[in-house]
Nanobody, 123 residues
């Protein structure tokens, strides 16, 4: 199984980035997909997740209204559109796949992880 995240970079506060995660080696539509992040000196935290068919989406409070998670089960990809970025969004962002159903806000629920992509938001 491979989860390949991309799309990170340097952006000014208030700007936007779109992260993508391409999955291979798994039956993608059978997995809940999530995004997590780890900021410098902090623990990894849940950002967003999306149900297997894409009907249900969950977000941590700090990104609600700014980030949107989506998935394309035909292309085996999950994306995270990030708008109105803030310096506190600076982190390495990871995509992950979970076989279990549900919101899956805990990292322990996920079976597979991507390598991470760095997002840096300057003030």
């Amino acid at each position: 199984v491979q989860l390949q995240a991309s799309g990170g970079g340097l952006v000014q506060a208030g700007g936007s980035l779109r992260l993508s995660c391409a999955a291979s080696g798994l039956s993608f539509s059978n997995y809940v997909m999530g995004w997590f992040r780890r900021a410098p000196g902090k623990e990894r935290e849940f950002v967003a997740s999306i149900s297997r068919a894409g009907a249900s989406k969950y977000y941590t409070d700090s990104v609600k209204g700014r980030f949107t998670i989506s998935r394309d089960n035909a292309d085996d990809t999950v994306s995270l559109q990030m708008n109105s970025l803030k310096p506190e969004d600076t982190a390495v962002y990871y995509c992950a796949a979970a076989r279990s159903v549900g919101p899956q806000t805990l990292a322990s629920a996920y079976d597979y992880w991507g390598q991470g992509t760095l997002v840096t938001v300057s003030s």
